[in-house]
C-alpha cells in the first residue's frame, strides 16, 4: 500500500465529489482523477493507470443509463470512436519522460477548464442543432483520442465542449455519446498501457478509489438524468480543474515552485 490509511480516506472523498460532479454531465472524472493523484503519487505509471481505470467504471453505469433511457445512438456515434479508439491506443503506448507528460497534462486541464467556462457563459441549451458532414466526426475522433491517450484520461471533457459550442445535438446526447467516447478510449488506453508495459495498478488504492466512483458515478448520472442543471455543475468543476491544472504545469512540469 503506496497511501497512508488516512490518505487514502480524503482521495477517495476527493474522488467521490469529482466523479459525482463529472457524471453528472457525461464525463469520467479523468482528468481531476489525475490532478488528485498527482498531489499523493510520485509514479506518473500508476497516476494514469489508476485514472483510466476509474474512468472506466463511472462511464461504464453511465452508458448503460443512458442506453436504457434512449439517449445512445449508435449509428451517430460510431465515427467518432471508430478513429479514437486506434488513435488512443497509439497515445497510451507512448513512452513519455515525466515532466513532459505533466506539461501535456497541465496544458489539455487549462485549456479543457477554459472551454467550460466559456460554454457554460451564455449558452444556451434549445439554440437548434446543425448537421455536419461524417468525415468531422471521424476527424474529431481521432484528434481527441490521441490527446485522450497521451494524458490517461477518457477523452470527453474534451469532445463534449467542442460539440456543445457547434450545436451538435441536444446537451443529454452529448453527454451520452461523451460517456460512450470515454468507455471505449478508457478501455483502448488500457490496453496500450499492458502492451508497453507501464500498467501499474496498487491493488488497495485501486478497489478503494473504483468502489468510490462507482458510487459517485452512479450518484451523479441518476441526479442528471432527474433534469439536474449541468451549468452550475460544469462550472464548479471547471474552475477545479483550472486550479490543479495550472499547478500540475507549474510545479510538476515547468518545476518552477
Avoid at 41 to 46: K, S
Avoid at 224 to 253: D, E, Q
Amino acid at each position: 500500500m503506496q497511501l497512508s490509511i488516512e490518505g487514502l480516506i480524503l482521495l477517495c472523498l476527493g474522488f467521490f465529489v469529482v466523479s459525482t460532479l463529472y457524471s453528472s454531465v457525461g464525463f469520467g472524472g479523468g482528468s481531476s482523477y489525475l490532478a488528485l493523484l498527482t498531489l499523493v503519487f510520485v509514479n506518473f505509471f500508476a497516476i494514469r493507470s489508476i485514472a483510466l481505470v476509474c474512468n472506466l467504471v463511472v462511464v461504464s453505469g453511465s452508458t448503460f443509463l443512458y442506453l436504457k433511457h434512449g439517449h445512445t445512438r449508435l449509428k451517430d456515434f460510431l465515427p467518432f470512436v471508430i478513429t479514437s479508439i486506434p488513435m488512443a491506443f497509439i497515445g497510451a503506448s507512448f513512452r513519455l519522460k515525466e515532466e513532459v507528460f505533466f506539461i501535456i497534462l497541465g496544458v489539455a486541464l487549462v485549456i479543457s477548464s477554459v472551454s467550460l467556462l466559456w460554454q457554460t457563459s451564455g449558452f444556451r441549451w434549445n439554440e437548434p442543432t446543425k448537421v455536419y458532414p461524417k468525415y468531422f466526426s471521424y476527424l474529431i475522433g481521432g484528434a481527441i483520442g490521441m490527446l485522450s491517450g497521451l494524458v490517461g484520461i477518457g477523452g470527453g471533457i474534451f469532445l463534449a465542449p467542442i460539440l456543445n459550442h457547434i450545436n451538435w445535438d441536444k446537451s443529454v446526447k452529448i453527454a451520452a455519446l461523451a460517456s460512450f467516447f470515454i468507455l471505449v478510449n478508457s478501455i483502448s488506453g488500457l490496453i496500450g498501457l499492458m502492451v508497453s508495459g507501464t500498467i501499474e495498478l496498487p491493488w488497495m488504492e485501486t478497489l478503494a478509489l473504483g468502489a468510490t466512483v462507482l458510487i459517485g458515478g452512479q450518484l451523479g448520472v441518476r441526479l442528471s438524468l432527474s433534469r439536474l442543471s449541468a451549468n452550475g455543475i460544469k462550472r464548479i468543476t471547471a474552475i477545479l480543474v483550472l486550479i490543479v491544472g495550472l499547478r500540475v504545469f507549474l510545479v510538476n512540469g515547468l518545476g518552477w515552485f
